[in-house]
């Protein structure tokens, strides 16, 4: 499979605890988005690395939220200290810029359930 | 108010109707994106447009500049087409609308 991976499909955990996503984009896609969808809305950016370098980060991302992409390749998304608002599905997404934009793949996201 | 609005956001359709959501942005974008997404949250990309209109199957999407405006039609709905339908303007990231939740009864 070739496509937008994202570890773990499915997380609950206790309020307070932190948790981890993972994101393995496609291998030669340079740009590398999270994004944060609640049931009913679209989904909203947190997020965004061209290679390695963290180029733009939201409002939304509160102190609590750290994202890395380390060697370019995979990126991490970690919420520390849970809380409930956090509950919801994240989505990462991989693209290779190019000056007339750019077609857009998207892993199957995240679940996360804090309770 | 949004950078990326889209109306309908409900649509009930009877299987066979032709049917039309539209997508108005106030970004400056390079291309605007139609998204499909199933229950499960799967997204899949249907067309990545920066002028004119594109066809596949059933699906047409349409763009004016001008106007920052898009359309997403589909011709003779089927109940597999029922999903949320999502335009995202694309600047230096992607802008996401709410999204159109599409039901087709047969």
């Known amino acids: 499979d070739t496509g937008v991976s994202q570890d773990p499909r499915h997380k609950i955990t206790k309020r307070g605890q932190n948790v981890t996503f993972r994101c393995d984009p496609i291998s030669e896609h340079n740009r590398l988005y999270w994004y944060r969808q609640t049931l009913g809305q679209g989904p909203e950016f947190l997020t965004y690395?061209?290679?390695?370098?963290?180029?733009?980060k939201s409002r939304l991302l509160s102190d609590r939220f750290s994202a890395e992409r380390p060697k370019g390749s995979f990126s991490t998304l970690e919420i520390q200290r849970t809380e409930q608002g956090d509950s919801a599905m994240y989505l990462c997404?991989?693209?290779?810029?190019?000056?007339?934009?750019?077609?857009?793949?998207f892993g199957e996201g995240s679940w996360l359930t804090v309770v | 108010k949004n950078e990326v609005e889209q109306s309908p956001q409900n649509l009930t359709a009877q299987e066979g109707e032709f049917i039309t959501i539209n997508c108005s942005y106030s970004v400056g974008i390079s291309a605007l994106h139609w998204l499909q997404q199933h229950p499960g949250g799967g997204i899949v990309s249907l067309f990545m447009l920066s002028s004119g209109k594109k066809k596949h199957g059933r699906l047409i999407a349409t763009i004016n500049i001008q106007e920052k405006h898009s359309s997403l039609h589909i011709t003779a709905s089927h109940p597999r087409d029922s999903a949320v339908y999502i335009c995202a303007a694309y600047g230096n990231k992607l802008v996401f609308g709410a999204g159109t939740i599409l039901r087709v009864k047969s």
């Open positions: 997404a991989s693209s290779i810029q190019a000056l007339k934009g750019n077609t857009i793949y």
């Open positions: 690395f061209q290679n390695e370098a963290q180029l733009e």
